[in-house]
């Protein structure tokens, strides 16, 4: 195989922005290159022309909780269980592959302390694969939750930080920091005003308020005190009045209040069942550059619709509504990323390319991780999606390796 790919005759979708050029990739070390300098000799550059389609970024999902059958919140009790957890869960990372997803942060809901003793490591573990979606860390959310918003994590995990730091090393694991992207929790549970500057300043995780019922000036403080993000906004936190924002607040807040370099990224899902699509149109438009869509999917996506067990929760799937058996509470999502992006533009009228930014520039961006993945900048991995005109998904290639028996993926 030639060593360098050349992608010419296309559309790059970055920075909100469809540019004509071309796009170099070095198949060696899977990286976006320069334009080179000097003749390369044409033995070692295949041509790919795109004949006018649109290359973007690998989309990025930082709240999964699982996919195809496997959830990533399942625990293991002995050494075969675990060899079943990884071959699971490598599965699975590979047939997210199949609809663009190239990268995610495995989210864990609220559990007790084996579980995540058991999943943070492998989880959590940073990956760089050719055949499969690569772990960005792990996305903690919970179990420092607000039982009042709870939606469908399970009452008896869910727990306070009155012990400050130990109670997230003690329910975390010792070195979880290492693991986790994302640790999404609610400010005003005991002990968690004193932990987000430690978890911030300490170490690359960030901090994402979530499941609250915190109020404007509370979730102002989570911010001021080093909060960088909002988990599925409008969902499991107090609905917006005239007078008392609470959290939705911050997305929209003023220069004198929080500067706009301050305003967290908020995950939204765009699935419409979560989010009423009126209420996803108000808070794209409050601000493009810090929305980030997520799917929030449980283990369920991708399965026929019927009922399942998710711990000891019954779950009833019909179609992409997941419901907790016998209520109406939304038990998580059962859309593809391509398909919320789809939504995205059918309800506010933006153009594909500030669509595809959500789940490419965003959340990298959110993770400070933008000098390698989510944008095609040379030095960034080698993360492709080629679509079409209307946006249907056309090939996939990892670290420039192209992903074979790929079947193009429409919207549904």
């Known amino acids: 195989m030639p060593r360098i790919l050349r992608f010419t005759n296309c559309l790059l979708a970055d920075n909100a922005k469809l540019i004509q050029a071309d796009l170099y990739v070095d198949t060696v070390s899977g990286v976006i290159i320069e334009t080179p300098l000097i003749p390369v000799h044409a033995s070692e550059v295949q041509v790919?022309?795109?004949?006018?389609?649109?290359?973007?970024?690998?989309?990025?999902?930082?709240?999964?909780?699982?996919?195809?059958g496997f959830d990533y919140s399942s625990a293991f009790n002995d050494k075969q269980d675990k060899q079943s957890f990884l071959k699971a869960y490598n599965e699975s990372m590979g047939q997210l592959l199949e609809y663009g997803v190239t990268s995610i942060c495995p989210t864990v809901t609220s559990s007790q302390q084996?579980?995540?003793?058991?999943?943070?490591?492998?989880?959590?573990l940073k990956t760089r694969s050719s055949n499969k979606?690569?772990?960005?860390?792990?996305?903690?959310?919970?179990?420092?939750?607000?039982?009042?918003?709870?939606?469908c994590h399970p009452p008896e995990a869910i727990t306070d930080m009155k012990h400050g730091y130990i109670s997230l090393q003690e329910r975390y694991g010792q070195g979880f920091e290492?693991?986790?992207?994302?640790?999404?929790?609610?400010?005003?549970?005991?002990?968690?005003?004193?932990?987000?500057?430690?978890?911030?300043?300490?170490?690359?995780?960030v901090f994402s308020i979530g499941h609250t019922m915190a109020d404007f000036d509370l979730a102002l403080s989570a911010v001021h005190s080093g909060a960088t993000m909002i988990t599925h906004l409008y969902n499991a936190m107090p609905a917006h009045t005239a007078r008392d924002v609470g959290v939705l607040g911050l997305i929209s807040a003023t220069k004198d209040t929080l500067p706009s370099d301050k305003i967290p990224f908020y995950g939204i899902i765009a699935d419409g069942v979560h989010v009423h699509p009126s209420a996803v149109r108000a808070a794209y438009m409050a601000n493009p550059s810090k929305t980030i869509l997520v799917t929030d999917a449980l283990y369920l996506i991708g399965l026929?619709?019927?009922?399942?067990?998710?711990?000891?929760?019954?779950?009833?799937?019909?179609?992409?509504?997941?419901?907790?058996?016998?209520?109406?509470?939304?038990?998580?999502?059962?859309?593809?990323?391509?398909?919320?992006?789809?939504?995205?533009?059918?309800?506010?009228?933006?153009?594909?390319?500030?669509?595809?930014?959500?789940?490419?520039?965003?959340?990298?961006?959110?993770?400070n991780i933008a000098h390698r993945k989510g944008f095609l900048r040379p030095g960034c991995d080698a993360d492709l999606n080629i679509l079409s005109a209307d946006g249907t998904l056309k090939e996939v290639y990892k670290l420039g390796q192209k992903i074979h028996g790929f079947k193009s993926k429409a919207a549904n």
């Open 48 to 68: 790919i022309d795109l004949q006018g389609g649109i290359l973007s970024p690998g989309f990025i999902d930082i709240q999964i909780n699982g996919c195809f």
């Open 133 to 151: 979606a690569d772990s960005l860390g792990v996305h903690l959310e919970g179990p420092f939750i607000s039982p009042i918003k709870k939606g």
């Open 304 to 367: 026929e619709d019927g009922h399942y067990q998710r711990g000891n929760q019954s779950v009833q799937k019909k179609g992409s509504l997941l419901l907790l058996q016998g209520t109406d509470t939304i038990a998580g999502s059962a859309t593809h990323l391509i398909d919320c992006v789809h939504n995205l533009i059918k309800w506010t009228g933006i153009p594909l390319a500030e669509a595809l930014a959500t789940i490419t520039n965003n959340p990298a961006t959110s993770l």
């Open 114 to 124: 084996h579980v995540y003793h058991d999943v943070i490591p492998i989880l959590g």
């Open 178 to 205: 290492q693991y986790a992207a994302i640790v999404t929790a609610a400010p005003e549970v005991q002990g968690c005003s004193e932990i987000i500057p430690q978890l911030t300043t300490n170490s690359p995780t």
